[in-house]
């Protein structure tokens, strides 16, 4: 894979001493998957190009792993587009070949590093899933002229069509650490994969170079879900750093994801019949210790606070922001000491058992499944099904059929931004009754919200009983 920038900025050849890389050599530096080679095509003082030249050995990397006798012997290793193609293998090698230059620092040159210069960068084969509008959208707003030109899928074969690879030049005036930030972070969300386990170390590492522009990126969710590869998790806790830089934005990302959905269903005021709907099934079951699974600002929460019958009432969720938020409004410091015994907030994840779950009479999951991404369902089935076990499990999910009847909402667009799918009442149905087979449990549904004769109602609900 192959990364040229230039610079027109007489004297051009002083972009060596902000790459501190001299134009005069080829560089070369060994890394974990291959090897990095910096060299100048042409060093002229009126014009300069670096290039970043990456050699990828994707049979090492299988092979140099761990793992099962076979293993990494398959075709795919042998033919896929890993050193041609960039990505976040390209990220890497800018952080380690170009760090200094990364970091805005020069030696020799301090005052251009801090300036803004003519540059352009150029990538020969740039995977762009969502294709080149998608790609204007992620560069354009930060103030770059693109020009991406498209490969055929099979240039013998034109009637294939078009595919996912453009050769990508983009230009502008920028500090030559902002350029490269940009690349760091946009070429893998492009890609929309990463070649290396994400965790939270990713998201310190996101907010840190998407200091002073992600946060009013139009794009930002998005560049936040693909950069931590679609961990829901991870991506609130990346925006609720970025709102909590801002002055003006709420302090709570939660809120801040949901304000979409919460205008859409404002005009039935379905967040509060949901609320109702919940605690009425719990009360009936004789529930008297209440997990609230997925509790963010403690909205369901607060309303069983207010029921005497609840001994018990633990809120869980997996941001400790959320919790924080949760904590401040429902005023648990000035709560009465009997009152605050009964309630514990916990951070935690749905997605693996969590003793601490385990032994109560009754869980709600309300408004969470439909943020999961599909394939992560059958760990969050197997957590609170499988593992923790309450005597009875309510679920609550939006009811796709439904979408039409909100005036606001366009077609074909889910009612929160950060929803995985939304069902049809036959999808729930089909879903919580495989579960209360595999789990022996038994199940019922009720609508929740204003009924539509041939829709249903807005919000489904699944009551699960052992």
Request: proline share 6%; glycine share 8%.
């Amino acid at each position: 894979m192959l990364l040229t920038i230039t610079s027109t900025t007489s004297p051009a050849t002083d972009l060596g001493y902000l790459l501190h890389k001299n134009p005069s050599h080829v560089h070369t530096t060994e890394l974990a998957f291959g090897k990095a080679h910096v060299f100048y095509p042409e060093a002229e003082p009126d014009r300069c190009t670096a290039a970043l030249l990456l050699e990828v050995d994707p049979i090492g990397l299988v092979r140099g792993r761990k793992g099962p006798p076979g293993e990494g012997r398959t075709l795919e290793q042998y033919v896929n587009d890993r050193p041609y193609v960039a990505s976040s293998f390209l990220s890497v090698a800018i952080a380690q070949v170009f760090g200094t230059a990364l970091s805005g620092r020069s030696k020799e040159r301090p005052e251009l590093a801090g300036q803004e210069i003519p540059l352009e960068a150029r990538l020969s084969v740039l995977p762009c899933r969502g294709g080149e509008a998608f790609l204007r959208r992620l560069f354009e707003p930060l103030g770059y002229e693109v020009h991406a030109e498209p490969h055929a899928l099979d240039e013998m074969n034109a009637d294939w069509g078009p595919s996912r690879y453009f050769t990508v030049t983009i230009s502008g005036s920028k500090r030559l650490s902002d350029l490269l930030t940009h690349l760091y972070v946009l070429v893998p969300v492009l890609d929309d994969d990463k070649h290396y386990w994400v965790g939270d170390d990713e998201v310190e590492k996101l907010v840190r170079r998407g200091e002073g522009w992600l946060a009013a990126h139009p794009e930002c969710e998005v560049i936040a879900r693909r950069y931590l590869k679609h961990q829901r998790s991870l991506t609130r806790q990346v925006i609720e750093q970025l709102l909590a830089e801002e002055p003006l934005a709420p302090d709570d990302a939660e809120a801040a994801l949901a304000r979409e959905e919460a205008e859409i269903e404002k005009r039935i005021s379905l967040g509060e019949q949901r609320i109702g709907t919940v605690v009425a099934a719990l009360k009936q079951s004789g529930a008297r210790r209440v997990l609230d699974l997925g509790c963010g600002e403690g909205q369901l929460v607060r309303a069983l606070l207010k029921e005497k019958s609840f001994d018990e009432i633990v809120g869980m969720d997996v941001s400790h922001r959320a919790l924080e938020i949760a904590g401040d409004r429902l005023r648990v410091e000035r709560m009465p000491e009997k009152q605050r015994e009964r309630l514990k907030l916990l951070q935690g994840s749905l997605m693996y058992r969590d003793r601490r779950l385990e032994g109560y009479d009754a869980a709600a999951i309300v408004e969470v499944i439909e943020h999961l991404d599909p394939p992560r369902l059958a760990a969050f089935e197997r957590a609170v099904f499988g593992f923790a076990r309450p005597g009875m499990v309510i679920v609550t999910t939006p009811n796709a059929e439904y979408n039409v009847k909100f005036e606001n909402l366009p077609a074909g667009r889910f009612r929160h931004r950060d929803h995985r799918f939304e069902w049809s009442r036959a999808e729930f149905t089909a879903w919580a009754q495989q579960i209360a087979d595999r789990f022996q449990y038994s199940v019922r549904f009720v609508g929740v919200g204003p009924e539509d004769p041939a829709l249903g109602a807005p919000t489904q609900m699944a009551a699960f009983t052992r």
